[in-house]
């Protein structure tokens, strides 16, 4: 090896846990959304999970008798989820903003590793390889 020769990299300076940061939080973030999907079930007054009654209620709404901000988020989430956007947007608007944001952050995530060249783990060992 020469004195202008740079040092050979190895693997795991190249795949580092920064390099696929972006990509494992955007497919978590994706699949915390299909959980809920499929455990979660709302008819628009009660949520279940599971088929088993999910009892949330409200602290603010009970000790002060009128909603808060956050009444009706989780049956609002689980309704866009099942693709029930009007009785979703009447129950609480920020239920499907916040699943919309999540699908976005996603998607900018997905963005940001392929921009990085860390789309897959794959990928990145690919480079590596070449270095």
């Known amino acids: 090896m020469t004195a ?43 949520v279940f999970f599971l088929g088993a009654p999910f009892g949330t209620a409200c602290s603010f709404r009970t000790h002060f008798g009128i909603p808060c901000p956050g009444c009706g988020l989780t049956r609002s989430v689980v309704l866009t989820l099942q693709g029930d956007l009007s009785q979703a947007m009447g129950l ?3 239920g499907p903003a916040a699943v919309l944001g999540l699908v976005l952050l996603s998607a900018a995530l997905r963005w940001v590793a392929g921009v ?6 794959a990928i990145a060992y690919r480079n590596a390889i070449r270095l």
């Open 4 to 46: 202008t020769s740079p040092a050979p990299r190895s693997l795991d300076a190249v795949c580092t846990r920064a390099d696929h940061t972006p990509l494992i939080v955007a497919l978590a973030a994706l699949a915390q959304l299909l959980v809920v999907r499929l455990a979660f079930w709302s008819d628009g007054e009660h």
């Open 92 to 94: 609480n608007p920020m």
């Open 116 to 121: 990085r060249g860390a789309a897959t783990p």
